[in-house]
């Protein structure tokens, strides 16, 4: 929940990079692994779905 947290929270605009290092993730892959498992995509197609839904 904390990672969707700070996506949402941060706006989609934030970049991924600066989301790992606020979580203490030392890698963006491994960042992307734990979310892909917890969300089921990415956090880059995470964020693109919010923009989507904020625009609808």
């Keep these: 929940m ?3 947290k700070l996506i949402v929270l941060r706006g ?3 970049k991924i990079k600066d ?3 606020d979580c203490g ?3 963006r ?5 734990v979310f892909k498992q917890k ?3 990415t956090p880059k197609s995470f ?3 919010i923009v ?3 625009v609808q």
């Design 29 to 33: 892959s491994y960042f992307n692994c």
């Design 52 to 54: 989507q839904e904020q």
């Design 2 to 4: 904390l990672l969707f």
């Design 47 to 49: 964020q693109k779905q």
């Design 19 to 21: 989301i790992v290092m």
């Design 25 to 27: 993730f030392d890698t």
């Design 12 to 14: 989609p605009q934030r």
């Design 39 to 41: 969300y089921g995509m």
